[in-house]
């Protein structure tokens, strides 16, 4: 269901002033803030900040330990949050571990699902246009576990080239891992054509969902993954909390990533038993309220419509695109919009650093990303060190990008 007041029109929602900036409480204490970085993080909905505020005023204890009804109270709050995030992307409850993070789901499944599957001489299949969370961990256990490690490229137009994906792929693949969007060319990739390659070649698959979930419904059951994660804070949710999705057997063959509180079943001085899926990946107290915040956060997507935010977003990155063409001939932008992207523009100018024009930006109180983003292997492929991103959000407008515009113009007008 919608959320009421929210207005949905030919030119997206409906902008500064408008329902939509004013669910989000940052735009009362910044009312001239443009906010053009949510690839690197969302900003907060009421809904979320006011669930992690009520649990600390009224409902705080920890969970899954204590026999009085705080802390049942509390389990309860928390365990419904679990049970909210694995019916939005289809999946068990006991599929759904709670992490700090993609970074750290990812590491999880390299780590324990190297121990478990990978040999010496096995490959593992990448692609060039990775965060660095999805680049490192698997090369740290490629190292120690003697596996060889092979990235499927772009084409000229800047998507995965799946013509060469399918060469990559074979009997010796174990693990295909792959983001679901690019953090930096906002491109969605063909995720499901690439699942079907390594199934058929028997790999296991891994998506990094981190750009995936605040831009399409994933429903993990569909997508036919082994392997699904996010962070919560990209997806209007709490920072230090994110979701590992994981095929139930593969887990329960998996050893843990670490041991403490929870995860075990017996402790004893010679040795331990661990405790089930998903506990037996979940050691120490969680991050409760995030837990809790996050599930607000899946509440928040679901009430607003994935589907109206990417045709918003496109919009607003369209309109962009456009503008630097015509107006901006030292621009070059890194990827061609089109269907299969969600409106972010990242771009090079060939006489201004991205740090300076981020700086120019910020004087004029406008928040763009500038550097690498995380992803030095792709910077190396698209031949620059550094770019500039503009990641427009539900909570943008078309008078963000005419500022955004004129901020450009102002540098220009300095460096050239
Ligand atoms: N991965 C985040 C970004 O793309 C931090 O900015």
Not at 188 to 207: C, D
Not at 283 to 293: K, L
Not at 382 to 400: H, K
Request: with cysteine.
């Amino acid at each position: 269901m919608l959320i009421q007041g929210l207005v949905f029109s030919e030119s997206g929602f409906a902008g500064r002033g408008y329902a939509v900036k004013a669910l989000f409480p940052i735009f009362k204490s910044h009312p001239e803030l443009v906010y053009l970085d949510s690839n690197a993080t969302s900003q907060k909905p009421e809904s979320v900040i006011e669930v992690i505020d009520r649990y600390y005023r009224s409902e705080n204890a920890n969970v899954h330990r204590g026999v009085y009804q705080l802390s049942e109270d509390a389990t309860r709050s928390f365990e419904e949050a679990r049970q909210r995030i694995a019916k939005y992307m289809n999946a068990e409850n006991s599929e759904i571990i709670f992490t700090r993070g993609t970074t750290e789901a990812i590491n999880i499944v390299a780590q324990s699902g190297a121990a478990a599957f990978i040999r010496p001489g096995d490959e593992i299949v990448l692609t060039v246009c990775e965060h660095h969370s999805n680049i490192v961990p698997w090369q740290i256990v490629a190292e120690r576990h003697g596996a060889t490690i092979k990235y499927i490229p772009l084409t000229g137009n800047r998507r995965l080239d799946l013509e060469v994906a399918a060469k990559l792929i074979t009997d010796k693949t174990r693990f295909v891992s792959v983001g679901h969007i690019s953090n930096v060319l906002g491109v969605i990739h063909p995720i499901r054509e690439i699942i079907k390659l390594a199934k058929a070649a028997g790999a296991f698959t891994m998506i990094d969902g981190a750009q995936g979930i605040p831009h399409v419904r994933v429903d993990v059951k569909e997508l036919d993954c082994d392997f699904y994660a996010f962070s919560g804070h990209k997806a209007f949710g709490p920072t230090g909390i994110g979701v590992l999705y994981g095929r139930k057997a593969l887990l329960q063959a998996m050893p843990p990533y670490q041991g403490g509180g929870d995860m075990i079943e017996k402790v004893t001085l010679q040795g331990s038993t661990w405790n089930e899926v998903p506990s037996k990946f979940e050691a120490g107290t969680p991050h409760i309220e995030g837990v809790i915040g996050l599930g607000a956060a899946i509440d928040f997507l679901q009430s607003i419509s994935l589907e109206k935010i990417l045709i918003h977003d496109q919009k607003l990155g369209n309109m962009l695109v456009n503008r630097l063409r015509e107006e901006f001939p030292l621009v070059s932008i890194m990827a061609e919009p089109g269907d299969d992207w969600v409106g972010t523009v990242t771009f090079a100018h060939s006489k201004i650093h991205p740090h300076d024009l981020a700086a120019v930006c910020d004087g004029e109180g406008i928040a763009i990303r500038a550097g690498h983003h995380c992803a030095q292997p792709l910077m190396e492929v698209l031949g620059v060190t550094a770019t500039a991103r503009v990641s427009p959000g539900l909570y943008n407008d078309e008078e963000d990008i005419e500022r955004f515009i004129k901020a450009l113009r102002k540098a220009e007008n300095l460096f050239l």
